[in-house]
């Protein structure tokens, strides 16, 4: 049997031989594979609404609600009554979420990845049976809010405050780019607490003094809202805080698994946007013959192939080390960056070799081009994961001057 055998079967996909050009994915099965059939299915079935809703600058809410009746919506967090998800089906549905649309991939970054993630790693266990289950099911949407208006890199210095005041905690600061901060119902606010340590608090977005505005004129990632928050003596009670969050090291341990996502999604975005090239430039006819026929597109396409190969190569070694559970917030660093930087130069690549059509969202590239530039800002821009490897390698710390 030819070794990719399982995804010919399910109609080429989820990779076909011209796209995992080594087989480094040939071997998932079992329960692995069936999740990231699964998450094919559905991005099937959603692929038609994409384009509309970012066109529109709408979030498309009922979309990702179908994505938590098909249980995608989880990062490998356990749920009760649900079927258990390996690291490994955890990162295939988030790279084959960005390969639908990056803008679905960060809703389901930001519900589970960083607002489910705190909880589960920095929560009570009450806190943990109030709130995780009913968000898997998308019941409760909810935000991580740690970067600040005057504090995206270096957000360590996070000047929102929380002062306690007898079993409450009085909140007061402004948050930016916070995912479902203004069309959600919680928010895990990252805050300064009175001893100087960094608290984590699950504030509700009807709350007094919670003000969230949802940022307008985004040329990415408009399938998603994003909020500026603005708290003003919000108050919460103290069972409302994370009691695992006692420092920023604490709020770091959710960004790496969040940086690892990224890397993932940003496979997922080069991979869509090199298939398309590949289709295309097999369909387009120009001078009487179809273009792969010409020596410039077959240079071009192993160039998009190159770079997809290292990001296959990149995900799966990271993958790996995830599983053994040695993987370094300098590793991960190291595999944001890179992989941000190569989806760049396929969808560049793509977009250009579509010529004309490039530009139209029917044709998916576009918008893949546009969202990556916000994946190659987020959760950490390139400068920053450059200085996290530079610092490892070197032993010297250069993030200021």
């Known amino acids: 049997m030819h070794p990719n055998e399982p995804f010919r079967q399910f109609q080429g996909i989820p990779l076909d031989a011209r796209t995992d050009y080594y087989q480094v994915f040939a071997d998932v099965d079992g329960a692995d594979l069936e999740w990231w ?3 094919r299915e559905f991005c099937e079935w959603a692929r038609p609404r994409v384009n509309q809703a970012w066109e529109n600058a709408e979030y498309d809410i009922e979309m990702v609600e179908e994505a938590s009746r098909r249980g995608l919506i989880r990062d490998g967090i356990d749920i009760p009554g649900e079927d258990p998800m390996s690291i490994r089906a955890r990162r295939l549905i988030g790279f084959e979420l960005a390969r639908l649309d990056a803008s679905t991939a960060t809703a389901q970054g930001v519900q589970a990845g960083l607002a489910m993630r705190s909880i589960e790693m920095l929560g009570s266990e009450e806190q943990k049976e109030k709130y995780l289950a009913a968000m898997a099911r998308m019941e409760i949407r909810g935000a991580f809010a740690l970067t600040e208006p005057d504090h995206g890199s270096d957000s360590i210095a996070l000047e929102t405050s929380a002062v306690r005041d007898g079993d409450e905690w009085v909140i007061n600061g402004e948050k ?23 608290g984590a608090f699950i504030v509700d977005q009807d709350a007094a003094g919670y003000n969230a505005e949802t940022i307008t004129g985004k040329a990415a990632l408009r399938g998603i809202p994003q909020a500026h928050i603005r708290l003003n003596e919000v108050r919460v009670s103290e069972d409302r805080r994370l009691p695992g969050c006692r420092s920023f090291r604490d709020a770091a341990k959710v960004l790496m ?27 387009r006819i120009q001078f009487g013959r179809p273009l792969i026929k010409n020596q410039v597109i077959q240079q071009r396409l192993a160039d998009m192939l190159m770079d997809v190969t290292t990001l296959a190569l990149y995900c799966k070694r990271l993958l790996e080390l995830e599983e053994e559970g040695t993987v370094t917030e300098q590793q991960a660093a190291l595999a944001k960056v890179t992989s941000t930087r190569a989806a760049r130069r396929v969808a560049a690549n793509a977009r250009d070799m579509l010529g004309g059509v490039g530009i139209l969202l029917e044709n998916n590239v576009m918008r893949h081009m546009a969202d990556i530039e916000t994946l190659h800002t987020y959760e950490g821009t390139d400068t920053m994961q450059s200085l996290i490897v530079g610092k490892s390698i070197t032993g010297v710390s250069a993030f200021t001057g």
């Open 37 to 39: 059939k699964k998450t």
């Open 176 to 198: 930016k780019w916070i995912g479902h901060g203004s069309v959600g119902h919680i928010t895990v606010v990252y805050a300064r607490m009175d001893d100087g340590n960094v």
């Open 257 to 283: 698994g969040t940086r690892i996502g990224v890397a993932w999604s940003s496979f997922g975005v080069a991979v869509d946007c090199y298939e398309t090239a590949l289709k295309y430039a097999s369909e």
